[in-house]
């Protein structure tokens, strides 16, 4: 087990560039955080990891990214409560490996990107279906900063979490010309509802899977 490191009062302060005073106001308001310290005989030490809290831009930059997880969570929850698309609410609720962006280097048509996605579902089943469960869901969308174009979005399952990476190498291979951007996909970041925000109508999205009968998800699309 990793264990966090710590420093005496002395020099844990050099290090947040306060004064020891400052330090000791700072956990006498902060009861949860002074319970993460420990005591070395009659030395109280103090976790490095919370040199964090006295610099300025260390907690901007986090504060910005729990204000941006609060707004997606708070988005998730209103498309919950709506409930108005049961489709892209089937799709929330199924298990999710990770989401996947396609940013093509040249413009192009929906029917190339579309094109595009079978192609790359035949690649993975191909090398992949055959060792375990895979499913694929993708939407073909306009930039909204540009003219013309469209790129692609894509959530992507495995059930053997093994082949994740070599999937992603796979991905990241086909596309070797254009920008892909992944992550492991996050159920609270409400990224079906944004993908399917247009609708299921047209052709411009898919599901494909080597197991679709099975999540009965078949027969609905």
Known sequence: MKTSKHETIEKFSKKAGVSTRTVYRFYNKNSDLHGETTKKGIKRLYPLEHLKYFNRETMFKENKVFRVNERMMKNLIDCLHANDNPMALKLWLMEWSMFISVDYKHERG????????????????????????????????????????????????????????????????????????????????????????????????????????????????
């Open 110 to 221: 929906k029917t190339y990107c579309f094109t595009q996605m079978q192609k790359l579902y035949e690649l993975l089943e191909a090398n992949y279906g055959g060792k375990t469960i895979i499913r694929m869901f993708f939407v073909t969308e306009p930039f909204t900063n540009r003219n013309n174009g469209q790129h692609n979005h894509i959530v992507f399952y495995v059930e053997d979490t093994k082949f994740k990476k070599p999937i992603i190498t796979d991905v990241k291979m086909f596309f070797k010309y254009d920008r892909v951007d992944y992550k492991d996909y996050d159920k609270y970041k409400a990224g079906i509802f944004y993908m399917a925000k247009e609708g299921f109508s047209g052709e411009d999205w898919d599901i494909l899977g080597n197991y679709l009968y099975g999540e009965t998800i078949k027969d609905e699309v």
